[in-house]
């Protein structure tokens, strides 16, 4: 009797981890995303518990299967504790992880479609960023694109052919291409 309540026991627990598994999706749900949100907004936090940025969206789909997290109208606003956050719009964007490689994988946040990054200081100081695209890595708080950019400062602006931007320490760095040099204009009023 004990051996049978043992059997039936066992085989109660199996059927139950059975049922635990999620059955295979029909054909027509193979490609939807794994969380849809509308409106929605993510937060993320350093290690020292201090908010990194944050992104809203008028949707963001998440795919499990692929690592992948797709922005519509993403809107990120990037905190720096010594200078003014920069706020990088895009009308698309997707989330994913980078492969580990040479250096450890990290997430990434791929921006595309008029990404306009923006810094504007309480003085009236501000740097603005035009460009078709941009990658965005949180983690080292480092932006870059190879694209075209147009940045316009409170005292001028500047046409380059790509960029790479440690934005916590506010240092950009601009480049050219063998038929395309930086190209700046000074504004008159900078040297009254």
Avoid at 9 to 38: C, G, I, K, W, Y
Avoid at 63 to 76: I, K, M, Q
Wanted: net charge negative; no cysteine.
């Amino acid at each position: 009797m004990a051996a049978t309540a043992i059997v039936a026991t066992v085989m109660a627990v199996f059927r139950n981890h059975e049922s635990d598994q999620q059955p295979d999706l029909p054909a027509a749900l193979a490609d939807a995303p794994d969380l849809h949100m509308v409106d929605a907004t993510i937060l993320q936090y350093g290690e020292d518990g201090n908010l990194s940025y944050r992104l809203a969206a008028k949707t963001i789909r998440h795919f499990e299967a692929d690592g992948l997290t797709r922005l519509n109208s993403a809107d990120l606003l990037v905190q720096n504790s010594d200078e003014p956050p920069w706020r990088i719009a895009a009308e698309e964007g997707e989330i994913r992880i980078t492969p580990a490689g040479e250096q450890h994988a990290e997430e990434v946040v791929l921006l595309r479609e008029n990404v306009r990054m923006e810094q504007k200081y309480p003085d009236g100081r501000f740097v603005r960023v035009e460009t078709p695209s941009i990658d965005y890595y949180p983690d080292r708080q480092y932006a870059e694109t190879s694209r075209n950019v147009m940045i316009d400062t409170d005292v001028g602006r500047t046409m380059a052919v790509g960029l790479q931007g440690e934005l916590r320490r506010g240092l950009l760095n601009l480049f050219s291409s063998d038929t395309e040099r930086v190209h700046t204009i000074v504004l008159r009023r900078q040297f009254r």
